[in-house]
């Protein structure tokens, strides 16, 4: 089976950097994304990392190591529209059905 | 561009009552298509997925069950509801293998009394 480990919540100002943290251990391993739902919306797909390193998009970055099973998503220039909740997922099977981490709630502080 | 529909957005059914929830996604063919269950302040759980029209399978034995009679519908029903049925159902699109992308309904909000 799959299971994933993340903090539950994680507090910053304004303009800060954080940093979100997974751990995952899988059975066969695709690959990490990373999903992000404001309060009483849908989640949305942010990044998807298949190989080890850093990607970035914008303001948010994913980084991904397949030896040490973790990976984290970076946000920078951190704004009070970034609180939500933030979530790692892993895919797999065949119809790549994700398994996703309990989420991480961060809230922006001004 | 791809757009996925839900409803209702919001549901209050008594306990031992029948649930139909649909989904259906405009703008792709041949999708696959999940169904996730999310209780307050928790994670996404993943009930059903599947691969196909009428190919359908099931991640958690419950009460609940799921159709795909088109292919770009999906159905999750229940003949009776539990309590613990409670919560926000999500279903979500994606291309599978190769794209692992998926994207998510605006959900249907369920409270059972």
């Known amino acids: 089976g799959q299971s994933l480990e993340q903090p539950s919540e994680v507090t910053a100002v304004e303009g800060a950097i954080v940093q979100i943290n997974c751990t995952y251990q899988?059975?066969?391993?695709?690959?990490l994304s990373w999903y992000q739902q404001h309060d009483g919306g849908a989640p949305t797909f942010l990044s998807y990392?298949?190989?080890?390193g850093l990607e970035e998009t914008g303001r948010f970055s994913s980084f991904l190591s397949r030896s040490d099973s973790y990976g984290y998503l970076l946000l920078q220039e951190l704004q009070m529209k970034d609180s939500a909740s933030y979530f790692c997922?892993?895919?797999?099977?065949?119809?790549?059905?994700?398994?996703f981490g309990s989420g991480t709630q961060l809230t922006v502080l001004p | 561009s791809q757009t996925i529909h839900q409803w209702p957005a919001t549901l209050v059914q008594p306990v031992g009552s029948p649930l139909s929830l649909e989904c259906t996604v405009e703008g792709t063919s041949n999708p696959n298509l999940y169904w996730y269950r999310q209780a307050a302040g928790r994670g996404l759980q993943l009930l059903f997925y599947?691969?196909?029209?009428?190919?359908i399978s099931s991640e958690v034995p419950q009460n609940l069950s799921a159709s795909r009679p088109q292919d770009r519908q999906f159905i999750l029903s229940s003949k009776k509801l539990l309590l613990s049925d409670s919560g926000f159902y999500l279903c979500?699109?994606?291309?599978?293998?190769?794209?692992?992308?998926?994207?998510f309904g605006p959900g249907t909000r369920l409270l059972v009394l």
């Open positions: 599947s691969v196909g029209i009428g190919q």
């Open positions: 979500a699109w994606g291309y599978g293998a190769g794209g692992e992308t998926q994207y």
């Open positions: 899988t059975s066969g391993f695709y690959g």
């Open positions: 990392n298949a190989l080890d």
């Open positions: 997922a892993v895919p797999s099977g065949s119809a790549r059905q994700l398994t």
